[in-house]
């Protein structure tokens, strides 16, 4: 949790790697972010880390099964359709496999993103104001949903949130404030 501008969404950025820390290191899975090339940084990103965004980031070409099958081809995930299809069915989304992004509703597209966050299996969930862009009860729905299914995957969740009744479902929370985590 934090104030806007406190540096949330740029942790997130740090864990993942896709930003540097100006000193310091960052190990996730016993593995250092600085003995990676860039490219291996890149991999090891892709098969250990999910993202689910307050804005979905879902690539408007495609329909909801291909948004959620993209990381599996990139990871070169063995049966990455039947893999997609039972994740968007248990998000509740089987009848909405060939909508395209534009055809779905704010909640349909949040639930695609985690089914899509999902697909790899990751280590690690980051997930920045995942309902920050619904109403509030879709946003409940949609993080009931993302809670369950990260404790039936047996995944690591880092939530970013404004909202105290979101955090408090969360096993541990911590407060950044001015560069400082506590």
Request: net charge neutral; aromatic share 4%; charged share 20%.
């Amino acid at each position: 949790m934090g104030k806007s501008g406190s540096g949330k969404s740029t942790l997130l950025s740090l864990i993942s790697g896709i930003i540097k820390p100006d000193s310091g290191d960052i190990t996730l899975n016993a593995v250092s972010y600085k003995t990676l090339q860039e490219s291996q940084l890149n991999d090891f990103r892709a098969t250990h880390i999910g993202f689910v965004f307050q804005n979905f980031h879902l690539v408007s070409y495609l329909n909801a099964l291909e948004n959620v099958m993209l990381p599996a081809k990139v990871c070169a995930i063995p049966n990455p359709k039947e893999k997609a299809i039972a994740l968007l069915e248990s998000v509740g989304l089987a009848h909405r496999l060939a909508h395209l992004p534009s055809e779905l509703s704010g909640g349909e597209k949040q639930r695609v993103a985690i089914a899509r966050a999902l697909i790899h299996n990751p280590k690690i969930i980051l997930a920045d104001e995942p309902s920050g862009n619904l109403d509030e009860e879709t946003g409940n729905a949609v993080m009931d949903m993302l809670f369950e299914l990260i404790k039936t995957n047996g995944t690591t969740l880092i939530l970013v949130t404004h909202s105290k009744d979101i955090a408090k479902r969360c096993e541990k929370t911590y407060e950044l404030s001015q560069g400082n985590l506590t």
